[in-house]
């Protein structure tokens, strides 16, 4: 089936148990879908744009109080839409990061922080992660000291990941909040993994900033995310601007600097709106998915050869997978090498995994059922016998 010309329909949602770790979250609500037809042409959410013509402002749809739900979701004072988590970074290493300036990130960030980081003018330096790869406030509180005496002075921001893409462990936000605030230094806490999917509360983790992926954990069409922040970084972060024509004198009013005015205008506020009630629900559900994962993670753990990276007991759906000694070592000796686990997988209707990885890899049980966890997990094993590898 085709959309139109060369453009095929895309059908892994339908057709398979999609597994790709930065998938799981962002896959719509049947609401989000009917708003991105409905609000799919450009600007179509600015009907009923008035004065003083800003996104956040827009009442009809309540674009208005989504903004409100929203800051109040994730326990911080303001909140605005971003077309991804990285516009929100940029956003606020645009606003305190300046040339030179020293910014602390870890060892387990994301490329997009750095670059974040990179287009302020900002001076990458990263946290060290510990043996088990987790960010401690006690390596973050040494780094501030080492970085401070490195640049004479302390540095301007730090990034901290609730959950890593990597591992999917968890770090210790609110010790490194405290590390952090103990030298004046803000505090940027990204949700990519975390705002939709389990409970967050930036107030009580004392971080400054909140970032969330809307296309990774909040339902959401993509580019669509949240940046949220404190009544006392609110001012600088939501500047307005002060720009004026030198021929025409004309001035901007109340359009944001750092949003350059509008951010998301159509599908994707409508997308996230549209799933909001439903993302609001199951963060609540958190415990429920995290006992989904562990059948799937007990299943691979039983395979012999096959070790789990990831911090365990989990705490969260994103695990890391070493197969180098089991799936790996078949793949060596299989006519189809490595793509055997690929297309094993894909005979039992599960997709996600990078076509030919069998060392190490990663997969996400996020939204999947408790049946389609046991569906998974009995493939692991299933395709581990048929292979000729121990179970138990
Ligand atoms: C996915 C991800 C991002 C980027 O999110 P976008 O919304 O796509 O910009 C940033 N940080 C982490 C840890 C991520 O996993």
Redesign the pocket.
Known sequence: MRCTGDIEVRELEELAINIDP?QAGGRLTPEAMKAVIAYGDGYSVCDNCRKPFRLDQIKKPPIDAFHRDLARFVHMDEARV????????QAVTGTFVGKGDPVLLTA??????FLAVEAAGGIPREIPKDGKNRITGEAAAARIEEVTREFGRPPALLFV?H???QFGNEHEVREIAKAAHAHDIRVLY?G??TVGILPVDGTELGVDFV??????SMASP????VLATTKECAGELFRTTQAKGDLTQRQFGVKEVELLGCTLMGATIMGMMASFPAVKERVNHWQEELANGKIVTDALRSIGGTGILSEEPRRHTLTRVDTRDSFDRVAQTHKKRGYFFTSALGERGIGGVIPGATKVWKFNTYGLTRRQCGHLASAFTEIARENGLPVG
């Open positions: 930065i971003m077309p991804g988590a990285r516009r929100g970074f387990l960030s994301h490329y997009t922080s990941d959950f890593d893409y990204n990519a993994y970032v969330g992926s809307g296309h990774k993509a580019p669509s995310g």
